[in-house]
């Protein structure tokens, strides 16, 4: 157990404008306690819930601690116990179900027995891991930014969701502006960018897309690296985002992947593939088509701007 | 007592695993495919799609012509005219499922063995893509 400060808590949160929602969904409590850890009502908690509180406020479990008392006893642990989901301990059920002799005790009934095990372990691997979707337990993101850009355009980043549950799930979203670029929009709008780091809180049902755009100076000449990571309310650790790592500058509009200075056909179905349930501006579809229309295009650094060639 | 409980053989089981795997693949065959008929009317190609549900995000329709025949009109207007290729296609963002109908006009009437049409679409979900070459009627 730690004993932590709660006004300290607060302060932090409030700095780096996290809700208590955020907080309470990264450390896995109800907002209810995240109050009364703030409000000093339950300042001893689990270490475990402290180290995760400090992950959320993004500093060191020191730096959040009652300074005057360290390590603490268990007592007022009743702040987390409503929280927590605790097993039922009834011993009695299983003799129950073992109480008589079982039937795969019979002699004759064992090889059965082991038939219908492996049978049904083999449907269930099957199922699991035949399946791609199925396979997948629990939710991924998956990056996917073009390999080239032009410094100074908008470039968007798409992070393609998937939640293999049929329920909504909520998941923590974290990806970090790659140096030497800005962030310019997001959709859905994020939760916050804290220190260079563009987060979503949000639930997922299926299949989402999430994307953002950067931009970088004209004159940038280099590779942008990319890292985030997804976290779900499982209690699992942060997973990293899957996908496409990096983009470098180059004279190629970022939708034209094979860089031959024309859309094709798949380029600009896969553009709308991704963007399909929204137009986002910022991405500027119309020229997008107006070059697949024409026979290519070309970029003039001069005037900083794509001439489409009919 | 009764007489000995018969619990299935191995071969019922087995057979029991071969339909439940069978009903776990089946699902992907279910799932629609975009499907298209090319058709002449006078001076005029139609191509029906039929667009299945879920519906991909978006289809590129597309009718080849003989060289030296000229596209004199399209409905709905076409979103690319390629003269040098002889080609048209429609662009159709966010189509619904359902029967959608393109149609070209040409000049002189194009030779109907020589003409050829083709759908372009994602599978949904970020799929894979499909090309559907049009069955001629």
């Known amino acids: 157990m730690v004993k932590i400060d709660g006004t300290k808590v607060r302060a932090i949160r409030e700095q780096k404008g996290l809700t208590q929602l955020y907080v309470a969904t990264v450390v896995e409590v109800t907002t209810d306690t995240v109050s009364r850890w703030e409000n000093k009502r339950y300042p001893t908690i689990k270490k475990e819930n402290g180290l995760r509180l400090a992950e959320a406020l993004e500093v060191e479990l020191s730096e959040i601690l009652d300074a005057a008392a360290g390590v603490a006893s268990t007592e007022n642990d009743a702040s987390e116990s409503a929280d927590q989901t605790h097993p039922s301990q009834d011993g009695n059920s299983a003799e129950g179900i073992f109480a008589t002799d079982p039937w795969y005790h019979r002699p004759g009934h064992l090889s059965i027995f082991v038939v219908i095990a492996a049978l049904v372990g083999g449907v269930w691997a099957a ?184 | 007592m009764g007489s000995p409980i018969q619990y299935p053989t191995p071969y019922v089981l087995l057979a029991t695993l071969g339909a439940l795997l069978l009903g776990s693949t089946s699902v992907d065959c279910v799932a629609g495919q975009v499907a298209a008929t090319l058709n002449r009317d006078n001076q005029n190609l139609i191509l029906e799609v039929s667009v299945p549900s879920p519906p991909p995000s978006s289809i590129i329709a597309g009718i080849k012509l003989p060289k030296n025949t000229k596209i004199v009109g399209t409905s709905p207007k076409s979103a690319k005219i390629d003269l040098k290729r002889s080609s048209v296609k429609w662009l159709v963002k966010n189509p619904r499922p359902g029967t959608q109908r393109f149609s070209a006009s040409t000049s002189p009437p194009a030779d109907f063995t020589k003409v050829s049409a083709e759908i372009l679409y994602r599978a949904p979900g970020g799929g894979s893509l499909i090309k559907v070459d049009a069955q001629k009627r």
């Open chain 1, 127 to 310: 199922l699991h891991y035949l399946s791609p979707e199925a396979s997948i337990s629990e939710t991924t993101v998956t990056r996917v930014v073009s390999p080239h850009f032009i410094p100074g355009k908008p470039l968007p980043v798409f992070l393609k969701i998937a939640n293999p549950s049929p329920e909504a799930v909520s998941i923590i979203l974290k990806e970090e502006v790659p140096d030497d670029s800005t962030f310019t929009a997001a959709f859905p709008s994020s939760s916050g960018i804290i220190a260079g780091t563009v987060k979503w809180l949000t639930k997922v049902t299926g299949s989402e897309l999430f994307y953002y755009t950067i931009t970088t100076d004209p004159s940038f000449n280099g590779t942008l690296s990319f890292a985030g990571s997804v976290r779900g309310s499982n209690g699992s650790q942060p997973a990293e985002i899957l996908g496409d790592v990096s983009t470098r500058t180059s004279l190629h509009h970022w939708a034209d992947i094979d860089g031959d200075n024309r859309i094709s056909d798949e380029e600009i179905l896969r553009v709308y593939d991704l963007v399909a349930n929204e137009t986002p501006s910022a991405l500027d579809l119309d020229l997008l088509e107006e070059m697949w229309l024409g026979e290519g295009y070309q970029w003039q650094p001069e005037q900083r701007q794509f001439s489409i060639l009919p």
